[in-house]
């Protein structure tokens, strides 16, 4: 018999509704699985044995009494800035240690609204605004292959407890990569759908100007769509909320045939990024195996302005978290990592101009992308060009034999976020035991082709 945590959230949801398992079933198997496992990777920071208990039967209550839960039992983990009612969520930070959310997130209530579990609350950095998952409040979260290693950020949590069988779905948030990289680096899906299709009318302050979206984590792309279907939605309360969300599920075209699309390959994406050489065969290999299978890939680069280099918006960020962040470094500096207090002195220091030239290079990168994508379908790129890192390390001290500086393996992911775009990594392989993903890139509401190719690059293996 398959091993509950080895089931996909869909059979395990089909059984639950059938009657052949209970949610209380599946409760206590992941309850014992997080006891055990947890304490050597830090990925779950809040968990209440007795509360996940509560909520599964709950849930074996509302199907006895007749409702079809479509997610019903599907244990699912929370990332520590989104809301999960009554519990203590804190961004990771001490400055929110004590703070306990007054309601849940939209996407919280809504899978728990159609019968999946919330098993725990997962390590981030603060503010999420790190490329590693470590901070003063819970400490570092370690990588389920080797504790040694990190498994990225900022959404490290969610994916090392993913990846060990701590739940079978995951949310996390990706402002700027920080749902897929850690994903490539636990050989993980984590996708990044279009800004606006998923709610987040309500929650913690976000200091990214709008760049954030809230991400799904999975262990397959059909699990991945299958989260992503069910919250789809269009709430007038979110600013960035479009109404044309329903209608574009993608599970239901997951399997149709790829045909006469045009894709293009971009291995340091037209900016020069800088790749391991290891990586970038493996990531090679998979692309040479998708033509061998038919599709039509030219090596192409978007034709990004001279100004798109690595991070090239994070003035944005450094000056949203000093107006968020600023007035408490005067009495709470010791609090923050100091790696914030960094971006939030360096974020007193943005002047006016520089938020309006940032503006303004966001709008010219989505004319540039947007150009791109009206000669290829679909783009193909690295999620991260090295493999997980040691623990203690921001970021590898070198990236293709050259000086990599603290955000050197996060350069190919936020031009995507910038530009509004659907992006997902999927597992392409292993370099020295350790996972690296493909990043599959599309035009904005394109999320099912994105899926659907992403699908297909899965089926060749990881």
């Given at each position: 018999?398959?091993?509950?945590?080895?089931?996909?959230?869909?059979?395990?949801?089909?059984?639950?509704?059938?009657?052949?398992?209970?949610?209380?079933?599946?409760?206590?198997?992941?309850?014992?699985?997080?006891?055990?496992?947890?304490?050597?990777?830090?990925?779950?920071?809040?968990?209440?044995?007795?509360?996940?208990?509560?909520?599964?039967?709950?849930?074996?209550?509302?199907?006895?009494?007749?409702?079809?839960?479509?997610?019903?039992?599907?244990?699912?983990?929370v990332k520590d800035n989104l809301w999960v009612e009554g519990r203590r969520i804190a961004q990771g930070s001490r400055l929110f240690e004590d703070f306990v959310a007054p309601r849940d997130a939209w996407a919280v209530a809504?899978?728990?609204?159609?019968?999946?579990?919330?098993?725990?609350?997962?390590?981030?950095?603060?503010?999420?605004?790190?490329?590693?998952?470590?901070?003063?409040?819970?400490?570092?979260?370690?990588?389920?292959?080797?504790?040694?290693?990190?498994?990225?950020?900022?959404?490290?949590?969610?994916?090392?407890?993913?990846?060990?069988?701590?739940?079978?779905?995951?949310?996390?948030?990706?402002?700027?990569?920080?749902?897929?990289?850690?994903?490539?680096?636990?050989?993980?899906?984590?996708?990044?759908?279009?800004?606006?299709?998923?709610?987040?009318?309500?929650?913690?302050?976000?200091?990214?100007?709008?760049?954030?979206?809230?991400?799904?984590?999975?262990?397959?792309?059909?699990?991945?769509?299958?989260?992503?279907?069910?919250?789809?939605?269009?709430?007038?309360?979110?600013?960035?909320?479009?109404?044309?969300?329903?209608?574009?599920?993608?599970?239901?075209?997951?399997?149709?045939?790829?045909?006469?699309?045009?894709?293009?390959?971009?291995?340091?994406?037209?900016?020069?990024?800088?790749?391991?050489?290891?990586?970038?065969?493996?990531?090679?290999?998979?692309?040479?195996?998708?033509?061998?299978?038919?599709?039509?890939?030219?090596?192409?680069?978007?034709?990004?302005?001279?100004?798109?280099?690595?991070?090239?918006?994070?003035?944005?960020?450094?000056?949203?978290?000093?107006?968020?962040?600023?007035?408490?470094?005067?009495?709470?500096?010791?609090?923050?990592?100091?790696?914030?207090?960094?971006?939030?002195?360096?974020?007193?220091?943005?002047?006016?101009?520089?938020?309006?030239?940032?503006?303004?290079?966001?709008?010219?990168?989505?004319?540039?992308?947007?150009?791109?994508?009206?000669?290829?379908?679909?783009?193909?790129?690295?999620?991260?060009?090295?493999?997980?890192?040691?623990?203690?390390?921001?970021?590898?001290?070198?990236?293709?034999?050259?000086?990599?500086?603290?955000?050197?393996?996060?350069?190919?992911?936020?031009?995507?976020?910038?530009?509004?775009?659907?992006?997902?990594?999927?597992?392409?392989?292993?370099?020295?035991?350790?996972?690296?993903?493909?990043?599959?890139?599309?035009?904005?509401?394109?999320?099912?082709?994105?899926?659907?190719?992403?699908?297909?690059?899965?089926?060749?293996?990881?």
């Amino acid at each position: 018999m398959t091993e509950l945590h080895a089931l996909s959230a869909r059979a395990l949801a089909g059984q639950v509704n059938a009657g052949a398992l209970s949610a209380l079933d599946v409760a206590r198997h992941f309850i014992e699985r997080v006891e055990r496992l947890n304490p050597a990777l830090n990925a779950i920071v809040q968990f209440d044995a007795q509360a996940v208990l509560a909520e599964a039967a709950a849930v074996d209550a509302r199907l006895a009494a007749g409702e079809h839960l479509p997610m019903a039992g599907v244990p699912f983990t929370v990332k520590d800035n989104l809301w999960v009612e009554g519990r203590r969520i804190a961004q990771g930070s001490r400055l929110f240690e004590d703070f306990v959310a007054p309601r849940d997130a939209w996407a919280v209530a809504r899978l728990r609204a159609l019968g999946a579990v919330v098993l725990g609350i997962t390590n981030c950095s603060e503010f999420a605004c790190k490329g590693v998952t470590s901070n003063l409040l819970y400490g570092a979260t370690r990588h389920p292959l080797d504790a040694s290693l990190t498994p990225g950020g900022s959404s490290g949590g969610a994916v090392s407890a993913l990846a060990a069988g701590l739940g079978l779905l995951a949310l996390g948030t990706d402002a700027g990569g920080s749902t897929r990289r850690p994903a490539a680096h636990c050989g993980l899906v984590g996708f990044k759908p279009s800004n606006g299709l998923i709610p987040h009318p309500w929650g913690f302050a976000e200091p990214n100007f709008g760049l954030s979206v809230i991400g799904q984590l999975a262990r397959s792309v059909d699990d991945c769509a299958w989260l992503y279907d069910h919250l789809l939605a269009y709430d007038a309360a979110d600013p960035a909320g479009v109404p044309i969300a329903v209608g574009l599920e993608a599970s239901a075209g997951l399997q149709q045939p790829i045909a006469g699309l045009r894709v293009a390959w971009s291995p340091q994406l037209g900016c020069g990024f800088a790749v391991d050489a290891d990586v970038l065969q493996a990531l090679q290999q998979r692309v040479d195996a998708l033509r061998a299978a038919g599709w039509q890939i030219d090596d192409a680069d978007p034709p990004w302005p001279p100004e798109a280099r690595e991070y090239p918006l994070l003035v944005l960020q450094q000056a949203g978290l000093h107006a968020l962040y600023g007035a408490r470094l005067a009495d709470a500096r010791e609090r923050i990592d100091p790696v914030l207090v960094a971006q939030i002195e360096a974020g007193a220091e943005v002047t006016p101009a520089q938020v309006a030239r940032a503006l303004r290079l966001k709008e010219k990168l989505i004319a540039c992308l947007s150009a791109f994508f009206a000669r290829y379908d679909l783009l193909l790129c690295p999620t991260s060009p090295v493999t997980a890192w040691p623990l203690a390390q921001l970021g590898p001290p070198q990236i293709g034999g050259k000086p990599a500086g603290p955000r050197g393996h996060a350069a190919f992911t936020p031009l995507f976020n910038y530009c509004g775009v659907p992006a997902c990594s999927v597992p392409a392989g292993s370099v020295r035991g350790l996972p690296v993903g493909l990043q599959v890139v599309g035009p904005r509401f394109e999320d099912p082709r994105v899926l659907q190719c992403a699908g297909q690059i899965e089926a060749l293996g990881a």
